[in-house]
């Protein structure tokens, strides 16, 4: 049974999310004395895709019960409900309340929210693993009942943009935390460091982070023995093009600070120009400082920060920076801040204000990645999310990296082409699926050629739309 195949992969990935689940849920149910129910809200989300995916009549098969009732068994705290009783449960249901589980199957569900969370915080993918699994469930009940019918096909694709959607501001619920809202508990800095390692490219970043630990250990040990402390800066300037990793690094830069007692809360605010400049003089000081205070104790990581100053009269982004620049002095025993760019903006940036040159000692330059630390990256997103590529899937995404920086701009997304590429991929996957009279699992698991969609071409540098 396609079921089966299937349950021995959502067990193995599932277990892998628990604790993270748990993690995200306990910080942000840490003034309540109950147990997050962590299984329960991965249970009614799978629930109310099965449901919605039965078809336009809003009635379930028996077909279709009998997946449900399998999905119950993968759950140790659910008891069992025969196909039978299911069917004639969900039968019974009322237009309304058929009504209202199609509105929650069209909102990002909570355990997805809550890894999206995770991720931003840890830099990890996991998300993708559970947005794997929906999906796979979803084409599992599709072919329950062996027809493939068009509301099915056209939920499969409501449900995709849902899963993959950045922004899950409209995902409303009443537990929608927003990433910097939620402070996840400090790990070793040796942790850090670990998963730092562990990246894809990034050597000079390494390095340099390497060194800004070691100054900041040494310092504690002479405060530790009552000798004079080494004066630096801690504040960081990051050159790089987009998608280079400054945010991941930014994260974990945050931890090690927290880690090493600089920093007393070691979370990351992220914010640019319009979160820092507002439309009129007088408020954008008001504006900054708000910013400022939710970053106390942590990082602000400003990106794209050249665009405070800009070229001609720009009285807001002076404004701006001014204020920064006594906010950090300060505060400058309780923050951090980290601003990025392009390089060459980034140096123009610096060089329109000696109060940043003398802030901003200490520069990490983020190179853009080769092909094949790209393929390297993609490839960590796919076996994220349970999956493997086929050897002629894998050929075919050098290739396309290849090509891609070949005819790069300043502007070539570098990790993020690489997302792009994975998601587009996915759903890619998900088309071929649906069509199939029977799926095993080797089939879940493997990303075949036909599946390497590059992305959207109004995206994609004119030689390489001219390849793919």
Same mark, same amino acid.
């Given at each position: ?41 991965? *249970? ?18 028996? &077909? ?6 399998? =999905? ?7 008891? *069992? ?23 929650? &199957?069209?909102?990002? %569900? ?169 439309? *009129? ?60 760019? *392009? ?23 983020? %190179? ?85 969609? &590059? ?6 540098? =004119? ?6």
């Amino acid at each position: 049974m396609q079921f089966n195949e299937f349950s021995s992969h959502f067990v193995e990935i599932v277990s892998s999310l628990l604790e993270p689940l748990s993690e995200v849920a306990h910080a942000i149910q840490e003034e309540s004395d109950s147990e997050p129910e962590v299984l329960e809200d991965l *249970y009614n989300s799978f629930l109310v895709i099965g449901i919605c995916m039965c078809g336009a009549d809003s009635r379930l098969n028996i &077909a279709e019960a009998e997946v449900l009732s399998n =999905l119950e068994q993968l759950f140790p705290d659910k008891s *069992y409900t025969s196909p039978e009783i299911m069917h004639t449960a969900l039968g019974n249901q009322s237009a309304e309340q058929w009504e209202s589980m199609d509105s929650l &199957a069209r909102l990002k %569900p909570r355990p997805l929210r809550f890894l999206e969370v995770y991720d931003n915080a840890y830099g990890t993918d996991l998300a993708d693993a559970l947005r794997h699994l929906y999906l796979a469930f979803a084409v599992i009940m599709a072919n329950a009942d062996g027809t493939f019918q068009e509301d099915e096909s056209d939920f499969l694709e409501e449900l995709k943009n849902v899963l993959y959607e950045s922004d899950c501001s409209t995902s409303s619920s009443e537990d929608v935390i927003p990433p910097e809202s939620l402070q996840i508990a400090g790990r070793p800095v040796e942790d850090a460091l670990i998963e730092l390692d562990g990246l894809v490219g990034l050597a000079p970043v390494k390095l340099e982070v390497g060194n800004l630990v070691n100054l900041l250990k040494v310092n504690g040990i002479r405060k530790e023995r009552g000798l004079p402390v080494l004066q630096a800066s801690n504040h960081l300037v990051f050159y790089g093009n987009p998608g280079t990793g400054k945010t991941t690094i930014a994260r974990l830069v945050a931890e090690i600070y927290k880690g090493l007692e600089v920093l007393t809360k070691g979370h990351l605010i992220e914010t640019d120009r319009s979160g820092l400049v507002a439309g *009129y003089l007088g408020q954008t000081a008001i504006k900054v400082k708000e910013v400022v205070e939710s970053a106390l104790g942590g990082v602000l990581f400003i990106d794209e920060a050249y665009t405070l100053s800009q070229e001609g009269n720009d009285s807001y982004g002076k404004e701006a920076i001014d204020t920064l620049l006594k906010l950090m002095e300060d505060h400058r025993h309780d923050l951090v801040v980290i601003v990025a760019g *392009y390089p060459r903006k980034m140096a123009a940036f610096l060089e329109s204000n000696p109060g940043l040159q003398s802030r901003f000692n200490r520069h990490l330059d983020f %190179p853009d990645y080769s092909p094949l630390e790209l393929q390297l990256v993609f490839e960590g997103m796919i076996k994220n999310a349970g999956l493997v590529l086929s050897g002629k899937a894998a050929a075919k995404s050098m290739q396309i990296f290849t090509s891609a920086l070949n005819s790069k701009d300043e502007s070539f997304g570098n990790g993020r082409f690489a997302r792009n590429l994975f998601d587009s991929s996915v759903a890619k996957q998900a088309n071929r699926l649906i069509t199939l009279s029977h799926i095993d699992d080797e089939a879940l698991r493997t990303l075949k050629v036909a599946d390497i969609k &590059a992305p959207d071409r109004s995206i994609l540098p =004119l030689a390489l739309a001219a390849n793919c």
